[in-house]
């Protein structure tokens, strides 16, 4: 299939604010019918103008289902041959012309009524450029909220991060006049939320939070977004950020302690998966000053003691 660019036409079936949803998928037939379903929660919300962007990235797409998600009314469609799911984050955003815009990952669920009411209330003032809500986590174990520290986000967005990331596809809504792809444009495909949520802080963003439960989180396999949060693109991310001078010193020095404390996880993870060398590695790393006395036990259990 050959790069294309918009096909389909808008055509929102409530009235309200108008609200462009971006899905990333790689359109796989295993996750056909979760994919499916997010779309219908979008032509399903109440108070508002919404309509999906689907975004197709990669090649392992599933032909009927790609045929499908073109002809399907009421959409925008984009393929892009490149598997890339930042990059399909700032190739979304291209295809924006409404007030309004956020992203849905391809296995979650808007509430009927969530988005829309909160829009309504908020579209008119111009004193944000994104509306940072809530949502629910669901799995076999049961529900909890999916942002948990809210009294931390509104008292300080940007400090707060360090604990807990507070931007996700699915609880944030965007101001199309003022958030553009440039932005957006993390050149990462893991992580790319928290590095995008310390970007828009450092730029000067003005953030509102509303706590409000909007999404359901599906826990379902192969979502991105709702990886285990020590990984290698965590390193990635925690390298760059301690290093990221226009952050307070403070800031820094947490960051600092977060990644040693990171590698130290990635140590021992790797040490159980019996990838010694990359034990080894990890463990060195952490052992920087002013962390060596607190780390340095552990080189005991890599030499088998």
Known sequence: MSESGIEGAQSPRHEGPELAVIVRTMADAHRADALL???????????????????????????????????RDGSVFHYMSRASAGAA?????????????????????????????????????????LLVLNGERRSASGGAPWVEQWAAHTADP????????????????????????????????????TYIAYRLMLE????????????????????????????????????????EARLPSDLRAS????????????????RCQRRFAAAWRYHLRSLKPPFTLRYLPYTRKLFGF
């Open 37 to 71: 379903r997010a779309l219908d929660t979008i032509d399903n919300l109440e108070s508002v103008a919404a309509y999906p962007i689907i975004v197709v990235n990669g090649r392992r797409y599933d032909p009927d289902l790609v045929d499908r998600l073109r002809r």
């Open 89 to 129: 984050v700032v190739q979304g955003r291209r295809l924006v012309e409404s007030e309004f815009f956020m992203y849905l990952d391809d296995d979650d669920e808007l509430l009927a009524d969530g988005v829309g009411p909160v829009l309504t209330e908020h579209a008119a003032s111009r004193d944000w450029d």
């Open 158 to 193: 940007l400090r707060s991060l360090v604990e807990e990331n507070w931007l996700s596809p699915g609880n944030t809504i965007f101001r199309a006049a003022t958030v553009n792809g440039d932005v957006l444009d993390v050149d990462r495909d893991h992580h790319e939320w």
């Open 204 to 243: 000067g963003y003005r953030v509102t939070f509303h706590d409000k439960s909007v999404t359901l989180y599906n826990d379902t396999e192969g979502s991105l977004s709702k990886r285990d949060t020590h990984d290698p693109g965590e390193t990635r991310l925690l390298e760059e950020l301690r290093r």
């Open 255 to 270: 960051l600092e302690a977060k990644y040693r404390n990171h590698l130290h996880v990635m140590a021992e993870r790797s």
